[in-house]
């Protein structure tokens, strides 16, 4: 029998409920140390700030008669470090000053366009992250999945959206076979997986060289670029001619979800997660730990091998030398920056398209060069590879021992001052650290 005391603990369940959802995702963002990514962006801003400072010209020159005139000084730092980030801003998300829409918000389409093949690319790094395999052939892996994409774009005739799939889906194989090769050395022979990963980089880089100087791909013509890719095969432009962003970034997306999937909700994936915690008990189990392996390869190489198909048939058209240019290496960075995880990819990728783009319009506009925004770009990622660096800069550490220690000393029956005492102190606070 209903009445208003139910009605009361209805709206107490649901308050508790409520409550007790916030305290959960609170917790996972702790868990995946939120504050220390900020914090870590923070701290590589600031060190770049002063960088950006000691490279200023009309800084250093206040700066030879700062006791005379110190305001001179303050004024021209403030000037630089405003300029320099309003620059970067305007190269990478948005240009209010511009003089119509379109250029106004292409700095945008020029971050999604060059995030695009980097967060595929570190999509299949980190799936041979979380298995246990540090997979250093992404440049390899992502020049002959664009080196089969780009030949089946120029060479071969076939109908529109035909002829892109059958594109893309060689460069897939290609960029599997390529890492597969490495996954099958390793569980083959045992040979270590990051010498062979840099091997078959180097093999990739030269192989394509050589075929760039040949008739099938440069079409008899004496520069070392191939063909351009056919029109059926190219990816088509999102946004019109004016901007570069292509259906590449669909791609991106799903290929996001194809992670989430394969690593969160597939047996395939608990496999591979298996033997990257414990490899030996992963053998115990059952599990065939070399045959994982292989299969980790394969998967890592057909996603960073459609990232070099997407970057040729959508944003190059054409084979270079240079075509994979950073973006393997890159994308190493992104996948540990990212935690190996769906959402932190997408958002590592943003961000170091955005320092690229950005980078570029600030040495342009501003000035400042655009090795200081590569510097800002390790800065970061040392900074979050040293979690505990960064707690103790910001006095997080400080905070955690001091709750720590609240806590044991608000623990019935002890007596923090004493640290001998099981129980109590130090020892409660090294217990509840671990």
């Not at 060059?114 to 992250?129: S, W």
């Amino acid at each position: 029998m209903s009445g208003p005391g139910s009605a009361e603990r209805t709206e107490s369940e649901r308050t508790s409920s409520v409550n007790a959802a916030l305290a959960r995702i609170a917790r996972d963002i702790g868990r995946a140390d939120l504050p220390v990514v900020l914090l870590a962006l923070l701290f590589a801003f600031l060190i770049g700030s002063v960088l950006i400072l000691i490279a200023d010209t009309d800084v250093r020159a206040a700066a030879a008669y700062f006791f005379a005139r110190p305001g001179d000084t303050f004024s021209a730092m403030g000037t630089a470090i405003v300029e320099a980030y309003t620059a970067m801003f305007r190269g990478a998300i948005l240009d209010p000053w511009a003089n119509s829409p379109q250029r106004m918000i292409k700095p945008l389409t020029e971050t999604l366009t060059v995030a695009t093949p980097l967060i595929i690319a570190a999509a299949g790094m980190a799936v041979a992250f979380r298995a246990g395999l540090f997979n250093i052939g992404g440049t390899g892996q992502l020049i002959v999945g664009a080196m089969v994409a780009g030949f089946v774009g120029f060479t071969w005739q076939l109908p529109v959206v035909v002829h892109l799939l059958v594109a893309m889906v060689a460069g897939i194989i290609g960029g599997a076979l390529w890492g597969g090769l490495a996954g099958f050395l390793k569980a083959r022979f045992g040979a270590n997986e990051v010498i062979s990963t840099i091997m078959l980089n180097w093999i990739a880089l030269y192989g394509l060289q050589y075929l760039l100087t040949t008739t099938a791909f440069n079409g008899g013509r004496p520069q070392p670029t191939s063909l351009a890719v056919k029109e059926t095969a190219r990816l088509p432009l999102l946004l019109g001619p004016q901007f570069r962003l292509h259906l590449g970034l669909l791609v991106a997306v799903l290929a996001i979800v194809f992670l989430w999937w394969l690593m969160s909700r597939s047996t395939l994936g608990f496999r591979f997660r298996a033997v990257g915690s414990n490899p030996r008990a992963a053998e115990v189990a059952g599990i065939d730990v070399g045959r994982s392996a292989l299969g980790v390869m394969l998967v890592a190489g057909a996603l960073v091998g459609l990232a070099g198909a997407v970057h040729v048939l959508g944003t190059e058209q054409r084979l270079t030398g240079g075509i994979a240019g950073n973006i393997g290496f890159d994308a190493i960075t992104v996948a540990l920056l990212g935690r190996s995880g769906p959402v932190g990819i997408v958002l590592a990728g943003l961000l170091f398209a955005a320092l690229s783009t950005g980078g570029r319009f600030m040495e342009t506009t501003a000035g400042v060069p655009l090795d200081l925004v590569q510097v800002v770009q390790a800065l970061v990622v040392l900074f979050i590879a040293a979690p505990g660096l960064v707690r103790q800069m910001s006095g997080l550490e400080t905070l955690r021992r001091r709750r720590d220690r609240r806590r044991a000393a608000s623990t019935p029956g002890t007596d923090p001052s004493d640290p001998g005492t099981p129980g109590t102190g130090s020892r409660a606070v090294e217990r509840t650290t671990a």
